[in-house]
């Protein structure tokens, strides 16, 4: 009886556990996907910069190519 008590605490205990690990990997995915989308735009952004620079060079008079 005392052993199958200490068994049901166990397998009770080890289902919280796996709940609050995925309750934290499931918030953790999200911050990431949220961090991602804005690395994403960051690199779009990055791109444009870019492209802007480049044709700032080229204006520029006298500019050894």
Do not use: N
Not at 19 to 47: H, M, N
Not at 49 to 61: G, I, K, M, S
């Amino acid at each position: 009886m005392v052993v199958a008590l200490v068994w049901g605490i166990a397998v009770l205990v080890g289902i919280a556990v796996l709940g609050l690990c995925a309750f934290d990997l499931i918030g953790k995915l999200k911050r990431l996907r949220k961090d991602a989308d804005r690395l994403l735009a960051l690199q779009t952004r990055l791109g444009v910069l870019q492209e802007q620079v480049a044709d700032a060079q080229r204006r520029t008079p006298g500019r050894p190519t």
